[in-house]
């Protein structure tokens, strides 16, 4: 009689975790485009109720365009500066990969504060949300968009603190990618709010 041999339990039944290639990436591609069907909702929103003023102040009467063409340049270094970061990244360069995301989170800060000071200002001149259609849809659009910069920042940061404690490992770095997709995400969707609502805006 020959003898049995047994095969280990744990070999037969062991199963390998495996993190598909590229699957965060495409994963996060897909949440980008359900973000793009709520910011394509909004501008629609906006289309149709940009000018129903109901007697009240109209978009060249608001905007102050030097104001929001310095928000808009302040986004768009931020996003230099994200790119500046992801390439010091890939020459595994730690401290100045967490200088660059610094000077990101500044640049979208000072975006906010800008935001911010804009919609403090016309609540305080009587055209909020409540004053006509138009500023619903205006208060709706830019408040979405400046919430997600705030998650952003969030991200940013919290992104920061694991970098310094683990390097630029793996995965920090697939995190350094997703959250640079949505930064350049938020550029794009603010280049139209740009265009469309407020060089529009001040148009007679």
């Given at each position: 009689?020959?003898?049995?041999?047994?095969?280990?339990?744990?070999?037969?039944?062991?199963?390998?975790?495996?993190?598909?290639?590229n699957g965060t990436q495409l994963g996060f591609w897909l949440?980008?485009?359900?973000?793009?069907?709520?910011?394509?909702?909004?501008?629609?929103?906006?289309?149709?109720?940009?000018?129903?003023?109901?007697?009240?102040?109209?978009?060249?009467?608001?905007?102050?365009?030097?104001?929001?063409?310095?928000?808009?340049?302040?986004?768009?270094?931020?996003?230099?500066?994200?790119?500046?970061?992801?390439?010091?990244?890939?020459?595994?360069?730690?401290?100045?990969?967490?200088?660059?995301?610094?000077?990101?989170?500044?640049?979208?800060?000072?975006?906010?504060?800008?935001?911010?000071?804009?919609?403090?200002?016309?609540?305080?001149?009587?055209?909020?949300?409540?004053?006509?259609?138009?500023?619903?849809?205006?208060?709706?659009?830019?408040?979405?968009?400046?919430?997600?910069?705030?998650?952003?920042?969030?991200?940013?940061?919290?992104?920061?603190?694991?970098?310094?404690?683990?390097?630029?490992?793996?995965?920090?770095r697939r995190r350094l990618m997703c959250l640079s997709m949505f930064w350049h995400f938020l550029?794009?969707?603010?280049?139209?709010?740009?265009?469309?609502?407020?060089?529009?805006?001040?148009?007679?």
């Amino acid at each position: 009689m020959g003898a049995e041999t047994t095969a280990d339990p744990s070999a037969r039944f062991h199963v390998r975790e495996h993190h598909p290639e590229n699957g965060t990436q495409l994963g996060f591609w897909l949440y980008l485009m359900s973000d793009c069907l709520i910011f394509a909702c909004l501008f629609a929103t906006y289309a149709v109720l940009g000018r129903n003023y109901a007697g009240g102040p109209s978009g060249a009467e608001l905007f102050d365009l030097p104001l929001v063409a310095t928000n808009t340049a302040l986004l768009l270094l931020s996003s230099i500066t994200y790119g500046f970061a992801m390439l010091e990244s890939q020459r595994k360069r730690l401290g100045s990969t967490l200088l660059w995301l610094g000077v990101t989170g500044l640049f979208g800060a000072g975006f906010l504060a800008l935001e911010l000071y804009e919609f403090a200002h016309l609540i305080h001149a009587g055209a909020g949300p409540q004053r006509s259609g138009f500023l619903t849809a205006f208060f709706a659009l830019v408040a979405t968009h400046g919430l997600h910069v705030s998650f952003g920042i969030v991200w940013l940061v919290t992104l920061m603190f694991q970098l310094n404690r683990h390097g630029l490992i793996p995965e920090n770095r697939r995190r350094l990618m997703c959250l640079s997709m949505f930064w350049h995400f938020l550029d794009v969707i603010w280049i139209g709010v740009f265009t469309f609502v407020y060089l529009m805006g001040v148009l007679p």
